[in-house]
């Protein structure tokens, strides 16, 4: 037998002593879910007793190919009798049988991931030795009915659909509307009939241990049924969703997931029983009060599914059967919040009056509520400043930065629902989430309409710009999932008919009928839903987001022990500059003047490319350094003071000509229409001059530095269009222009240092032209490993160093990055060759490379700033090991990243002086 412990016990013995054996800070052995039951134990709140099965046991059985670890059935089966002993019950007894749950349980929450098994132990036997225990026969097929068909589904695979409809039916002969509605007597025959459901979908030959008599029966064998129901949780790690979810999210797949047997609690005993899900504030808006639904007479599941409407929290003490009950999650909720110090997450039933804790997590919120919660904590003395920016998620402040109503329009309100998760979306109806992915993959925005969303709807509503249920409460699993994910959700639209098979919406109370395709807009912070597409306006950073961001500010910026840690944007306009000043950049890390030749310009570029004639080439310089200079005087006036780089022209040159293909079909259609010989000739020249340019691998050919060494004429006329745009600044407008000029794509000591030499040349003869003082550094991009093995060479010659990380990252791999990310890095991803897309979370090799650059350049130049600009400068991973392994001076990252970007330095500099 194996000496690693593969079992925990948590809640009370038969003489009521706490046995717990776990606690809160070992959720990546016994999962979030058990560590938490485990510490409510230790806290003393009413918990019904169970095991926790170990994350790492998950592991061992999947990675042996669906076979249990030596010793571990053993381990299982001793906790069993245990449980039992403390429970004064056992599984299966036909006088008075324990019943179980079987929940997963994995190191971070999976809310909906994977599966779950109530009612377990119930058998023909047992249930009817729970009616003479209960005399309540509704109660007790009720909760047969719902283990068979919660077993079928979770543990067997049988279609869900196949019970629901059964059910369903038995409904409309009954004349109800609801399940807790049937008497006795059909529940009764529900179970038979999920029986024989059961026996007609499971095959014989799969599970031979449920042959009886040579028929398939429904498992009347308390341990058979508790050994399915464990190796199907441990199956449900690598289901689609789970993993799609942990993708997602960034959890690794190694991790595996817990498993909790649990002694039931039962919510579906009547008027004096409930089921319900609650948080200690609201995790949409961050308000400090109670948030959740409850159901009476129900159990969990009907909540998290939305298959019932459910009732706010605050509603449950005015039911005398409740009050109690109510009033001791209050103090519950008390002692979480306190205890955690963060808003908490709790799943609870009330069984004849008595409240029981089933789970508690640290809730999950949205971007708002993160901030609200973080500062009001920080205000109530629960937390600190430090704590309250560790916090929160810098990936999720994208949510605020979702576009909203249009304030100045007032639309007609097609319906109502909850405001489940905030942000507006406008789109496509789509019924299903094949069609959304679909729809969404064809580039085509869509709203996700169903009544209610379940786990296997997770890619479709990945792919959705916005999800709309007409069934569920602000805890259904599309909520949930919605918040978490930061798509715009409104839920419980009740006057939404919807018909998915006929893919339409009837609109109660009206004779609107919405198909397919047709637009519809929706509001998650309001709740309501409007016909057509509403204009949308993108949110501003105002308050809570401002006050986190400054606290964010003076961390990240503070001198200590490191150096600080600055943030940058890359704009290539004033308008991007302007707003990127309003999410609180410091500078400009990088403008691509390529940018500046596109539209209009492009014509002008293709010229000076082009032609032979050198006045025609002379003429298409002079009207770029003319529209270049004018670039950059807006640019540098709205920066201020503010240091602007400016990358010299950087591409390939086939990026500002014609496509000779399409030139070629042009010139065929010319021919046809009979277009004067001359005009023939002329565009045909233009063709060989294309075609004699193109390379056979252009990202790697005559692009960056080359470019300057082959058209000379260009750098020389972008340097002056730069230092005369500063210069003028100076001199007629008293401003303070702070210009770099970065030369990109240098591989050799060389090139940096004849670029060097033209680049002060040029600002020389303009500072002598404008009779103004000119101090514009001329620093070097790293994009090459050549170029960072070589950085103390380079750095002799160069005012600072930045890294163009997408193309190291390219060079270093030896990818086309357009190619691999669309051909081969989804299947890398897929078969584990890669963990994770080296375009968006920078690669350990290639931070080496920037480290070793970065420590080799300021060897020569201890003062040496050295910066990164690629899209690594705006995530949130990649800028902590920028700063901490390599670090550098800055990141540089689009407008929308800067705050993310902001925030995520701050928690790389509180990781750095931890």
């Known amino acids: 037998m194996s000496d690693e412990k593969r079992v925990y016990r948590f809640g009370s013995d038969e003489q009521g002593r706490d046995v717990t054996e776990g606690s809160a800070s070992m959720n990546y052995v016994l999962g979030g879910k058990g560590a ?8 003393g709140l009413p918990v019904p007793g169970g095991f926790t099965i170990t994350c790492q046991t998950c592991v061992a059985y999947s990675g042996a190919g669906d076979v249990w670890p030596q010793g571990a059935l053993d381990e299982i089966g001793e906790a069993t009798r245990d449980l039992e002993r403390r429970m004064g019950r056992k599984l299966g007894d036909p006088d008075d049988p324990l019943l179980v749950s079987v929940r997963s349980g994995a190191p971070f929450s999976m809310p909906g991931m994977m599966d779950t098994v109530l009612n377990l132990g119930l058998n023909d036997e047992a249930a009817r030795g729970l009616i003479k225990q209960t005399q309540d026969e509704h109660f007790v097929w009720d909760s047969y009915r719902r283990f068979i068909q919660m077993f079928s589904d979770v543990v067997m695979g049988v279609d869900a659909e196949q019970f629901e409809n059964a059910l369903t039916e038995k409904r409309l002969v009954a004349g109800v509307k609801s399940d807790a509605e049937l008497s006795s007597g059909d529940l009764f025959e529900l179970v038979e009939e999920f029986k024989g459901i059961f026996q007609a979908h499971v095959s014989a030959s799969d599970h031979p241990e449920l042959v009886v008599d040579g028929k398939i029966v429904f498992p009347q064998d308390p341990a058979v049924q508790l050994r399915l129901a464990i190796e199907a949780v441990f199956g449900s790690w690598m289901n689609e969703r789970a993993c799609l979810y942990r993708k997602r999210n960034g959890i690794p797949d190694d991790l595996g997931t817990a498993v909790n047997v649990q002694a039931m609690a039962y919510g579906n005993k009547g008027e004096s029983s409930a089921t319900g899900v609650a948080f200690t504030r609201d995790p949409a808006s961050g308000e400090n009060v109670r948030y959740g639904d409850f159901l009476i007479n129900a159990q969990g599941e009907d909540v998290v599914a939305g298959i019932r409407n459910t009732q706010p929290i605050q509603e449950m003490g005015s039911y005398p059967a409740l009050a109690d009950a109510a009033r001791d999650l209050e103090r519950i909720f008390q002692i979480l919040e306190a205890h955690y110090r963060d808003m908490m997450d709790i799943e609870f039933t009330i069984e004849q009056g008595k409240l029981w804790m089933l789970q508690t997590r640290v809730g999950k919120r949205t971007a708002t509520a993160a901030l609200r919660i973080a500062i009001d904590m920080v205000e109530e003395g629960l937390i600190d400043r430090e704590t309250a920016v560790r916090r929160i998620d810098p990936a999720q402040l994208d949510q605020l930065l979702h576009p909203q109503f249009d304030t100045h329009t007032a639309p007609d309100v097609l319906a109502r629902g909850l405001n489940a998760s905030p942000g507006a979306a406008v789109g496509e109806i789509v019924f299903s989430s094949d069609d959304a992915v679909q729809r969404a993959g064809e580039g085509v925005p869509v709203v996700l309409v169903r009544w209610e969303t379940n786990p296997d709807d997770l890619k479709g509503m990945v792919a959705a710009e916005g999800i709309l249920t007409s069934h569920g409460g602000k805890t259904s699993h599309a909520a949930v999932i919605a918040r978490g994910m930061g798509t715009p959700c409104v839920c419980g639209v009740e006057a939404f008919r919807i018909d998915a098979a006929a893919k339409e919406v009837h609109v109660e109370g009206t004779d609107v009928v919405l198909r397919e395709g047709d637009i519809i807009s929706i509001d998650g912070t309001t709740g309501i839903v409007v016909a057509g597409a509403v204009p949308l306006k993108r949110a501003e950073l105002t308050g809570d987001l401002e006050t986190i961001l400054s606290w964010a500010d003076e961390i990240r910026l503070q001198p200590g022990s490191t150096h600080p840690y600055h943030v940058r944007v890359n704009a290539d306009n004033p308008e991007d500059a302007e707003l990127a000043l309003g999410f609180g950049a410091e500078a400009i890390g990088l403008c691509r003047t ?3 030749f596109l539209g209009d310009r492009k014509e002008i570029i293709q010229s000076f490319i082009l032609s032979d004639d050198e006045q025609e080439r002379q003429a298409a310089l002079d009207s770029l350094l003319t529209v270049q200079r004018e670039d950059f005087l807006k640019m540098f006036k709205t920066m201020d003071g503010r240091d602007v780089v400016v990358r010299l022209i950087d591409p390939p040159l086939h990026e500002f000509l014609d496509d000779p293909r399409s030139l070629e079909v042009h010139i065929a259609h010319l021919e046809a229409a009979g277009a004067p010989a001359e005009e023939l000739e002329a565009l045909k020249a233009r063709l060989r001059r294309i075609d004699g340019m193109a390379e056979m691998n252009p990202m790697l050919g005559l692009r960056g530095v080359r470019l300057s060494f082959v058209f000379p004429e260009l750098p020389l006329m972008q340097v002056r269009a730069i230092a005369s745009a500063a210069a003028l600044l100076i001199r007629d407008e008293g401003l303070a222009p702070k210009p770099e000029v970065m030369v990109p794509l240098v591989s050799l000591e060389s090139e940096q240092v004849q670029m060097r030499s033209i680049c002060e040349q040029v600002i020389d003869e303009v500072a002598a032209e404008y009779g103004v003082a000119l101090d514009i550094p001329v620093g070097t991009m790293l994009e090459l490993p050549r170029a960072c093995l070589m950085a103390d060479a380079i750095a002799q010659h160069a005012d600072f160093l930045c890294f163009g990380t997408n193309d190291l990252t390219q060079t270093t791999f030896g ?34 490379l920037v480290r070793m650059a970065v420590e080799k350049g300021r060897s020569v130049k201890p003062e040496l700033t050295c910066g990164v600009c690629g899209e690594h400068g705006g995530d949130p991973e990649s800028i902590k090991g920028l700063f901490n392994v390599a670090g550098v001076s800055y990141v540089s990252c689009s407008p929308y990243r800067v705050p993310v970007a902001r925030l995520a330095a701050a928690q790389a500099k509180l990781a750095e002086m931890a």
Request: glycine residues 0%.
């Open 36 to 43: 938490n039951l485990a510490e409510m134990c230790r806290l």
């Open 594 to 596: 390529e940018h500046m």
């Open 815 to 848: 990818f086309s990055r357009d190619d691999a990310e669309s051909k081969f890095i989804p299947i890398y991803l897929h078969n584990k060759l890669l963990e994770r897309n080296p375009f968006e979370t920078i690669d350990e090799e290639v931070l080496e």
